[in-house]
């Protein structure tokens, strides 16, 4: 299982992202429709990004799925990033109260 703080790539596009809040769906976390990997590891040869997930996340933004797990993109890329076939939804900034 994937844990809060865990660094992950993508196997097909320059796209980085760290675990900011972890739930059981971040286990089959894509990114181009290819499961992502921890940084640093071994990636498969021959992959490649499927042209129906190429909306590619901002660098900076936070991403969330449907069950609560939120990732923060460090690094940009051409892949969108998913659970399975579901594209994460970007996280809304909260409105800071008035300081009058």
């Known amino acids: 299982m994937i844990k809060t703080g865990t660094r992950l790539e993508s196997q097909v596009c320059d796209?980085?992202?760290i675990v900011v809040s972890a739930t059981g769906s971040l286990d089959e976390i894509r990114c181009g429709g290819v499961g992502m990997v921890v940084?640093?590891?071994a990636k498969e040869a021959g992959v490649v990004?499927?042209?129906a997930f190429t909306?590619?996340?901002a660098l900076g933004k936070r991403y969330v799925t449907e069950d609560g797990a939120e990732v923060l993109v460090t690094k940009a890329g051409r892949g969108a990033l998913s659970v399975g076939a579901t594209v994460l939804t970007l996280k809304e900034p909260?409105?800071?109260?008035a300081s009058d």
Not at 94 to 97: D, W
């Open 94 to 97: 909260k409105a800071l109260p």
């Open 49 to 51: 990004l499927d042209e």
């Open 15 to 17: 796209t980085q992202v």
């Open 39 to 41: 940084l640093g590891s």
């Open 55 to 57: 909306e590619g996340p």
